[in-house]
């Protein structure tokens, strides 16, 4: 189960992010869990860069991920963390590539939720190709292209 805070007062219809972060889940063999996506502006995700991350800049999609550095009990309820997508530079994205917005939020949910699941594509080429490969898997399996 997934919550969208959306104080940023985007789109409505999110059946779509529903479908796909279902879909995610589901490969990845995921059942009870929660995480929230929270929608935000440029100058709140530069703020949470520059005091998290180190790095004074607007940047799209940041994960907190919960389960870091635990051992999981896959057999009860997992509280996997939280999303922040910053929706100005979503819909600048998807303009730069071309693409519909739903695909580029799409896109940023489904990157997001990896992380929280461990996925770090920072660490090595190969990693960086698992996860961009799963992700287009994903999207492409849900009818999300570009």
């Known amino acids: 189960m997934f919550t969208i805070n959306n104080e940023y007062n985007y789109k409505k219809d999110y059946k779509y992010l529903d479908s796909v972060l279902n879909k995610t889940l589901a490969k990845e063999g995921v059942k009870d869990c929660v995480f929230s996506i929270i929608f935000v502006d440029n100058e709140t995700i530069q703020t949470i860069n520059r005091e998290y991350r180190g790095l004074d800049s607007i940047t799209d999609v940041i994960s907190f991920a919960l389960e870091d550095n635990e051992v999981v009990d896959k057999t009860k309820e997992r509280v996997l963390g939280d999303i922040y997508i910053c929706i100005p530079r979503m819909i600048e994205q998807a303009k730069s590539y ?12 489904v990157h997001g939720l990896l992380h929280l699941l461990g996925y770090d594509h920072t660490k090595s080429k190969n990693d960086e190709k698992i996860m961009f490969s799963l992700q287009e898997e994903i999207l492409n399996e849900e009818g999300i292209t570009r």
Request: glycine share 8%.
């Open 98 to 109: 071309g693409h519909s917005e739903k695909r580029e939020l799409a896109f940023l949910a």
